[in-house]
């Protein structure tokens, strides 16, 4: 049950037909796990803790460095030194101190990924890294979680939505994560910081949408890939179409 101050704090939510309290209420019992607290996760989490959801997880093995802050935008000038898991949680519970949210310090594996995803109702990923993105991807169609996946770099960004068995997976696209030399990474190649923020940002109103539905969302990036060029503010929506010999999803699956 939502307490009269909650009530108030989420009154801009209730307001809206498609929420109401009973949506607020359903977003305050969703358990959302982000992985990487970084340029996509920073505005995520912001988002995700101010609207409500009840209980959020958060994973990143990094250290706040003063590169990050052009973008990752959860943390400040003190956070520098500190970890990323630990700082970013602690921030978002200054901002919402009505909600649960776990700092877990770890990098994501095979090893720790069945249980630091456990019981979530939505991941969100983020990282900056391939071999992570197909990670989550592998367990999350394995442990059949939906899941939102994100990438930025430079000017442009993307954002994929998929419920395993029903949508096409990363790997349905793009098969093997490339090697490391042929994809610059934000170290190398740089990122404008509020385009991660963008991208971030519509991850957590997906999010948020994704969660009202109770997984039933038709409209919106679920069986999509968002793509977006900056330079040119063009924003394109591609249907995905999963593959039969996809080794993750495909017929064995
Ligand atoms: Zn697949």
Do not use: W
Request: charge should be neutral; glycine fraction near 8%; hydrophobic fraction near 40%.
């Amino acid at each position: 049950m939502l307490s009269p101050e909650e009530l108030s704090r989420y009154s801009r939510n209730i307001l809206l037909d498609e929420v109401k309290r009973t949506g607020q209420e359903k977003l305050s019992k969703s358990i959302v796990t982000i992985v990487g607290a970084g340029g996509l996760g920073s505005p995520a989490l912001l988002y995700l803790g101010a609207a409500g959801i009840g209980k959020i997880r958060v994973i990143d093995s990094d250290i706040v460095d003063t590169t990050n802050l052009q973008r990752q935008i959860i943390y400040k000038h003190s956070d520098i030194g500190k970890e990323k898991a630990i700082a970013s949680a602690e921030n978002v519970k200054l901002l919402n101190p009505f909600i649960q949210v776990e700092g877990i310090k770890a990098r994501f594996s095979e090893e720790n990924a069945k249980a630091l995803l456990e019981s979530s109702d939505l991941v969100l990923e983020g990282s900056d890294n391939f071999d992570t993105k197909f990670l989550v991807n592998d367990i999350c169609v394995r442990e059949k979680i939906p899941f939102i996946t994100a990438g930025v770099l430079r000017f442009e960004g993307m954002i994929m939505g998929v419920r395993p068995g029903k949508d096409a997976c990363f790997r349905c696209i793009y098969e093997e994560p490339p090697l490391p030399e042929h994809v610059p990474s934000c170290a190398d190649a740089g990122v404008i910081g509020s385009m991660a923020g963008m991208i971030g940002t519509i991850q957590a109103t997906e999010s948020i949408q994704f969660l009202l539905s109770d997984s039933k969302r038709e409209e919106g990036l679920f069986g999509k890939i968002l793509q977006i060029d900056s330079k040119t503010m063009e924003f394109r929506k591609i249907s995905t179409a999963r593959r039969k010999d996809c080794i993750v999803c495909g017929n064995s699956y």
